[in-house]
């Protein structure tokens, strides 16, 4: 029988964030993570398929959202405009009561190249919903991967902008700012 | 005292190829690897961080050559026409005596998610490589980054394209008319 644990993985990450921050990540082992919110290793491991994964819950949930705010874009599908949407609605994963929270957490991945290389990894996962949700519509390639690229890289810079401790903005309008900005950097390169 | 062995990266490369081919990456260990060459496992680690790696020798070669031909391009710089340059200074190292090679590298990557991730930094590091270049010569941002992303999507095309078997352009070809096309995209996105 599997117990069931009232959000598990939500504190599994944040001890995790807690050990890393404290000890460093390296000097960290999934039985302290474990021991310290009062779960087992084999909980862990249910819910992260490895010490890396436990920093990137809640990726599925963002790139779902991305995916289907590009679906639901009004017809005929002007991409960058579809992309705009897509991080707009991004921003409820990103209120000011996680800022705290992302901007530990960057810093431990930061630090971290083994973390780096599973971030680049949960990036390009943004990239390929972009992509396949805009050639879903009928965006014709490489117009489709281009503007994915572009929402990727806004994604990110809105995310760096966010977690400043100098910024004021929310989320969504530091996506528009930053979208806004590569288009006109786009027509510019072009 | 180090022995030195000749083309010992090379040799150790190929092996690794040869084997992960054969018997695939994950039943495929370091010692087999050295054991194939002839050379020891500490020659390996000499070459190679880990087992990732093998597959991924000639990178610093790669970015140095991109990096270089941004800082040659003509004054005023036009990112996209240094990127170009670029991409096709990088022609050197994809020659048809190279495409077997490639072909069965890309094979066993594309099979094995520990490869694909490994993959990704190397490619970000393209990118890297292209916006702080362009940086150095004065791109402003986010026109620097945004090229930057544009070069490292021209490059995965034309690499991608060059080693499909049905192909019967040469590489620098291949990167001219892939960054045609994505300068195109770019002004029909903007």
Redesign the interface.
Known sequence: MVRWEPNAPERLSRAALELFTERGYDNTTVAEIAERTGLTKRTFFRHFADKREVLFGGQDALVKVLAEAITAAPDPVE??AAIGAALEATAVFFGPERLKWAQERQAVIDANPEL???E??KL?TLTTAFRDALRERGVPE??A???A??G??AFR?AFTRWIDPANQLDFAELTRR?LD??????????
Do not use: D, K, M, V
Request: hydrophobic fraction near 50%.
């Open positions: 991409p960058l780096q290389e599973r680049l990894l390009a490489p117009g991967s281009l503007a690229e572009i990727n890289l810079t930053t900005e590569l288009r006109q950097a786009a027509a510019t390169l072009a």
